[in-house]
């Protein structure tokens, strides 16, 4: 808080629940609040208060869910990011915070697995969250997706000028044309010759929080 001092702040956070019942935002403070200074339980009561008044909150359900896996109340901190997840989509801190709760306290990497893709996707993140779900890939047994490869070129180097070679003509067939004209299968002189066969086309490109810190090269779940 800007005073620095906890009571102040705790105090001034009460006072505004009080002048406006109807906001969670105070009480989603007061709930970080009290969890920065160890009081788990009233900072679950608080951060219960503020989901009830606003059950659309992403935030609110998301620090909600950080106080409970504090208290070691796992599957409740899941739920509740899930609920997050539910009232937003896109927010992007209640799906690493369900992929580390999953994978370190729930033992469901496929859970895990599928909340840190998402959240990969959400923010373009590159590491430390690949190495989590490159790991998670291995446990789970699901190959990492490569980039499909592109096909090779055409070869057109032993095709004569201007295109393919016109057919033979048969012995016996025909005598050939009177001088100025065009000989059968050719391109005639004033006009340009096919052009050469595409090449290949270019590849496309490739597919594109908390007690316990995560393991090595893992993302930090922050609280």
């Not at 900072?43 to 009830?52: G, H, I």
């Not at 208290?71 to 209640?94: Q, T, V």
């Amino acid at each position: 808080m800007r005073s620095g001092n906890t009571s102040e702040a705790e105090l001034e956070l009460k006072q505004i629940s009080v002048t406006y019942p109807q906001l969670s935002t105070p009480y989603v403070n007061l709930g970080i609040l009290f969890r920065k200074s160890g009081h788990l339980d009233e900072s679950e009561a608080a951060l219960k208060s503020a989901v009830q008044r606003n059950g659309s909150s992403a935030i609110a359900w998301t620090e909600l869910g950080a106080t409970q896996r504090m208290r070691g109340e796992f599957k409740e901190a899941a739920d509740s990011y899930e609920k997050a997840i539910a009232a937003d989509p896109n927010y992007a801190a209640a799906y690493r915070n369900l992929g580390v709760v999953t994978d370190l306290y729930l033992g469901d990497p496929e859970r895990a697995l599928t909340a840190f893709e998402r959240y990969k996707q959400i923010t373009g993140e590159d590491k430390p969250v690949s190495t989590w779900i490159a790991e998670l890939r291995q446990r789970t047994g699901k190959s990492t997706p490569r980039p499909t490869a592109a096909p090779a070129p055409s070869d057109s180097s032993n095709a004569p000028e201007g295109g393919a070679a016109p057919a033979a003509t048969p012995s016996g067939g025909p005598p050939a044309p009177a001088d100025g004209a065009a000989a059968p299968g050719t391109a005639p002189a004033d006009k340009a010759a096919p052009g050469t066969a595409p090449s290949g086309e270019a590849p496309p490109a490739a597919p594109a929080a908390g007690t316990a810190a995560p393991p090595a090269g893992k993302p930090n779940t922050g609280e």
